[in-house]
């Protein structure tokens, strides 16, 4: 309850003089219309505030949806570079081990299956058992690099294609990277971020206002509440003084009047309600009227009487003479 319904709750209605009521009552409405010209200004700095809020939040998904693609083209790029560096593990191992291509590898392997295959007429040439196992492990061994070097081979164009694929992210993060700077340059220009790039914490600050002008028109219904629950007290006790007031007899207050009597502050109340004040001057004036008839009428008697002595006075004289 603010201040101003408190003062006005306070007030011992019963005991207070009528006039006082009516003035009483005139200050709770100003106060409510005060109150209600004050909620409808926070009610439209709310709305204001959350559109500057929307605006700001839907710029803000503008910038997290770049990131967000931001963030998927980096765990892309991530994952071909740690493919490239697995894929180039082995290419690279295998290389260490056996170094020539596959194809030449391939080759040897033919010339060693012909002399292995291959009996000559020269008997002179004819290999030695040890010579002959010699190729045989040859031939061995040059199966297991050949397959080993196919995997190598293999590994380095998958290699190959994961670098590739990688460049291709890298473009797109440039890319991005572009359209973000663009787009963080034009918010810096609207109104709404006051010329300075869109935050979360500035979001917030926003949103703590909101959250502060919702707290003042809470205060304001309840201020607002208060004072008519007072106004209303206030109009039971003037109506009701008006009936106590109605009970007095015009009549006996016009009667008090005439015979000079001091009338109360609820007679004369009544006297103002029921334009008795008129009646009485009138009243007045006609008894002052009368007055002044009679006071005509007591010298015109006696300026009559003296012209009826005179009268006699010739009519005796008439009967002396007579």
Same mark, same amino acid.
């Not at 707290?215 to 039971?236: I, Q």
């Given at each position: 309850m603010?201040d101003?319904?408190e003062?006005k709750s306070?007030?011992?209605l019963?005991?207070?003089?009528?006039?006082e009521?009516?003035?009483?009552?005139?200050?709770?409405?100003?106060d409510?219309?005060?109150?209600e010209?004050?909620?409808?200004?926070?009610?439209?700095?709310?709305r204001?505030?959350?559109?500057?809020?929307?605006?700001?939040?839907?710029?803000?998904?503008?910038?997290d949806?770049?990131?967000?693609e931001?963030?998927e083209?980096?765990?892309?790029?991530n994952?071909?570079?740690?493919?490239a560096?697995e894929?180039?593990k082995?290419?690279?191992?295998?290389n260490?081990?056996v170094?020539?291509?596959?194809?030449?590898l391939?080759?040897?392997?033919?010339?060693?299956?012909e002399?292995l295959?291959?009996?000559?007429?020269?008997?002179?040439?004819?290999?030695?058992?040890?010579?002959?196992?010699?190729?045989f492990k040859?031939?061995?061994?040059?199966?297991?690099c050949i397959?080993?070097?196919?995997?190598?081979?293999? @590994?380095?164009l998958?290699?190959?294609?994961n670098i590739?694929?990688l460049r291709e992210? @890298?473009k797109?993060?440039?890319?991005?990277?572009?359209?973000?700077?663009?787009?963080?340059s034009?918010?810096?220009?609207?109104?709404?971020?006051?010329?300075?790039?869109?935050?979360r914490k500035?979001?917030k600050?926003?949103?703590?206002k909101i959250?502060?002008?919702d707290?003042?028109?809470?205060?304001l219904?309840l201020?607002r509440?208060?004072?008519?629950?007072n106004?209303l007290?206030?109009?039971?006790?003037?109506?009701?003084?008006n009936?106590s007031?109605?009970?007095?007899?015009? @009549?006996?207050?016009?009667?008090?009047?005439?015979e000079g009597?001091?009338?109360d502050?609820?007679?004369f109340?009544?006297?103002?309600?029921?334009g008795g004040?008129?009646g009485i001057?009138?009243?007045?004036?006609?008894?002052?009227?009368s007055k002044?008839?009679?006071?005509?009428k007591?010298?015109m008697r006696?300026?009559g009487n003296?012209?009826?002595?005179?009268?006699k006075?010739n009519s005796?004289?008439?009967?002396?003479n007579?």
């Amino acid at each position: 309850m603010s201040d101003v319904s408190e003062n006005k709750s306070d007030v011992d209605l019963e005991n207070m003089e009528f006039e006082e009521i009516v003035q009483l009552k005139r200050e709770i409405q100003s106060d409510i219309q005060s109150n209600e010209k004050r909620f409808k200004e926070h009610l439209e700095d709310r709305r204001n505030q959350i559109e500057i809020v929307k605006t700001l939040r839907e710029m803000m998904k503008e910038v997290d949806s770049m990131d967000e693609e931001r963030r998927e083209l980096l765990n892309e790029f991530n994952g071909y570079r740690k493919k490239a560096e697995e894929l180039k593990k082995i290419r690279d191992s295998v290389n260490n081990l056996v170094p020539p291509p596959s194809e030449i590898l391939e080759k040897w392997i033919m010339k060693n299956y012909e002399n292995l295959t291959t009996i000559n007429n020269d008997l002179t040439t004819v290999p030695t058992l040890e010579r002959e196992k010699d190729l045989f492990k040859k031939f061995f061994e040059l199966q297991i690099c050949i397959k080993r070097k196919r995997e190598s081979e293999k @590994a380095h164009l998958e290699y190959i294609k994961n670098i590739t694929k990688l460049r291709e992210v @890298a473009k797109k993060l440039d890319t991005q990277r572009e359209e973000k700077e663009k787009n963080m340059s034009e918010m810096e220009n609207k109104t709404e971020s006051e010329g300075k790039v869109v935050s979360r914490k500035e979001i917030k600050k926003i949103s703590k206002k909101i959250s502060s002008i919702d707290k003042k028109l809470d205060e304001l219904k309840l201020e607002r509440n208060d004072l008519k629950s007072n106004l209303l007290k206030t109009k039971k006790i003037l109506k009701k003084k008006n009936l106590s007031n109605k009970k007095i007899s015009l @009549a006996e207050i016009k009667t008090k009047i005439d015979e000079g009597e001091i009338l109360d502050i609820s007679e004369f109340g009544v006297l103002l309600d029921q334009g008795g004040l008129s009646g009485i001057k009138q009243n007045r004036i006609k008894k002052s009227d009368s007055k002044n008839k009679e006071n005509k009428k007591r010298k015109m008697r006696r300026f009559g009487n003296t012209k009826r002595k005179a009268r006699k006075g010739n009519s005796a004289a008439l009967r002396g003479n007579e």
